[in-house]
């Protein structure tokens, strides 16, 4: 009975076995299967992908400026740091309150450092109304600008981004050397305000509507690019001069 029963044990293993070996070559037979088959589709897709023709460029959003244009931008009596002759002229508007203007500074900075007198920048107001407490960064900038420090005070404002009150500002004209009661009137008067309106209704008739936003030798730059995409317009413009 004992050799019978071991007899019996090893062929149900012998036949369990068997069957494990079936069944696993059909699963390894039929994953085959499927990836031959997905491989195909997936050759069938790019060569489709290959024909097709490319989907069309995204045109520029309506009314905002076109980077192939060159547009004619008045510095007027607006603050200006760089040598007068220079060649190339970078009209910047910004927003004292955006980080991507803070962001740019650098790069801003770099540029002046390469291209020395051959550059020279403009600055215009374009407090976004997002931004509560820019509009009055502006006016304490312009009514520096009014007693010639405009760039100093633009440099203290950017330095301390998350410090922006009236009070900071009055700080900052003080140890500027600045006559503190010309300062605070020109500050709260309505002639401060309209030049950062006057800049502003430039920056709505040229369709500019964020910041920081460029137009060097009135070819337009937008947003925080890097250095390269300055250098890149820059030497275009020097070379046909």
Known sequence: ?????????????????????????????????????????LNQALKTAAV????????????????????????GDGPIRGSKSAKITVVEWADFQCPFCVRVNPTLEKVAEEYGDKVRF?????????????RAAHQAAEAAHRQGKFWEMHDRIFAKPKDLSEETYLRYANEMGLDIDQYKKDFSSSSVRKKVDADLAEAREL???GTPSFFINGRFLSG??????????????????
């Open 1 to 41: 009975m004992q050799g019978n029963s071991s007899g019996g044990a090893l062929v149900a293993a012998a036949l369990f076995l068997g069957a494990s070996i079936l069944g696993g070559a059909y699963w390894v037979a039929t994953a085959i299967d499927r990836g031959a088959s997905e491989v195909a589709s």
């Open 52 to 75: 097709a023709p490319a989907p069309a460029a995204r045109p520029s959003a309506p009314g905002r400026p076109d980077p192939g244009k060159v547009y004619d931008i008045k510095v």
């Open 122 to 134: 403009s600055f215009k107001h374009l407090p976004l109304s997002m931004h509560s407490k820019a």
């Open 207 to 209: 369709g500019v509507s």
């Open 224 to 241: 925080a690019q890097p250095y390269g995409a300055f250098a890149r317009v820059i030497d275009e413009e020097l070379a046909k001069n």
